[in-house]
């Protein structure tokens, strides 16, 4: 079942793409196996990256990201069905926090610039 591989092998982080760019929410999901990353792409959007192996014993491997908004909306999705409590910690706090703190235009206040620090923070410090 899809969701059961989610569970352990995807990512949530906050990422910076550009220098001059705060903080988003990425999901991803590593596999050697195109078609479970395809599935979510064909479903919720986002990009394939494919990575070529290291070693020649390695398999290429497929990485579906999923940025921004759309992440969000996708960790609204999931977050039923979730189990491994870290990754529960992080989707509570960036679905309850996250929006409140990033414009939709990118300009920051300072006060919404110190709360996105702070979100920050409290995200990476999670144990």
């Known amino acids: 079942m899809l969701l059961v591989y989610l569970m352990g092998e995807g990512s949530i982080s906050l990422i910076r793409n550009r220098a001059n760019r705060t903080h988003s929410p990425q999901v991803s999901i590593a596999s050697t196996d195109y078609e479970v990353v395809d599935w979510f792409r064909e479903r919720f959007g986002g990009s394939i ?11 290429i491997s497929y990485d579906w990201r ?11 999705v ?6 491994i409590e870290r990754k529960i910690r992080r989707i ?3 679905l309850s926090d996250y929006l409140e703190c990033t414009p939709r235009n990118g300009r920051y206040s300072e006060e919404m610039a110190e709360r996105k620090q702070k979100l920050v923070e409290t995200f990476f410090s999670l144990p």
């Open 49 to 59: 990256v494919t990575k070529q192996p290291r070693m020649s014993n390695h398999s």
């Open 92 to 94: 509570d706090l960036l």
């Open 66 to 76: 999923l940025t921004d908004r759309r992440a969000l909306g996708f960790l609204e």
């Open 78 to 83: 999931i977050r039923p069905y979730l189990v």
